[in-house]
């Protein structure tokens, strides 16, 4: 997506090799009519595929998954990272290693909100070592619900998540590749004309 890699060129800031810092307009602060945007070009993306349901993790996948979920006209629903008190129905859940965080957590959604009868579209802001979105398919697996595709905002493709996922038979669709980056400057796969 053109607008997204322009943005990202203005206002991202390379933290090191592998650490792109995009909290002025996507993960902190947050720009409404570019998020909107994103929305649309997944639900146009994936607009043969009947998807009932887009899920996403918290929380910096949540206004995507609104966003995306608004322009198909379905429910979303995103996986918790702390069971919550009010969370008392059974729950699936699947364990996410964060490289970033080195710890490992749960992530859990209510077996109320997924169904066999779901076609699944999971959206989140970065495709890095897939770790977190593994979890994320496992969970459509263990519902056995349809997992459709993955839509990721802004891929690492310099790392090994798209590689993990596509052996898995996923469908991917990043709209922002990275070949690689450092503090002078970011190299997509390739330019965008849309
Ligand atoms: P994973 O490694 O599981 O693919 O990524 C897990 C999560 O870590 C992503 O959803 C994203 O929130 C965060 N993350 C991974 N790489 C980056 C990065 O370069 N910058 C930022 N801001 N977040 C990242």
Redesign the pocket.
């Known amino acids: 997506m053109k607008e997204l890699q322009e943005r990202i060129v203005q206002d991202g800031k390379v933290?090191s090799a592998?650490?792109?810092?995009?909290?002025a307009f996507?993960?902190h602060q947050v720009d409404p009519q570019l998020t909107m945007k994103i929305g649309e070009r997944f639900a146009q993306l994936f607009a043969d595929e009947k998807i009932t349901k887009v899920l996403t993790?918290e929380a910096?996948?949540i206004h995507f998954a609104l966003a995306t979920s608004f322009a198909l006209g379905v429910p979303f629903v995103y996986a918790k990272k702390k069971k919550a008190v009010t969370l008392t129905e059974e729950v699936y859940s699947a364990p996410?290693?964060?490289?970033?965080r080195q710890e490992t957590y749960q992530i859990s959604v209510s077996k109320q909100y997924l169904s066999p009868d779901d076609r699944v579209l999971i959206v989140?802001?970065?495709?890095?070592?897939?770790?977190?979105?593994?979890?994320l398919t496992q969970i459509i697996k263990d519902a056995n619900a349809h997992l459709v595709g993955i839509g990721a905002v802004?891929e690492?493709s310099f790392?090994e998540?798209r590689r993990l996922l596509e052996q898995a038979g996923v469908r991917i669709e990043s709209l922002a590749r990275i070949a690689s980056m450092s503090p002078e400057g970011i190299q997509f796969i390739q330019a965008e004309t849309v």
Not at 18 to 23: A, E, F, I, P, Q
Not at 96 to 100: A, D, P
Not at 124 to 135: K, P, R
């Open positions: 933290l592998s650490v792109l810092k995009v909290d996507l993960n993790i910096s996948g996410v290693h964060s490289f970033t989140d802001d970065f495709l890095a070592t897939g770790a977190a979105l593994i979890g802004i690492k790392q998540g």
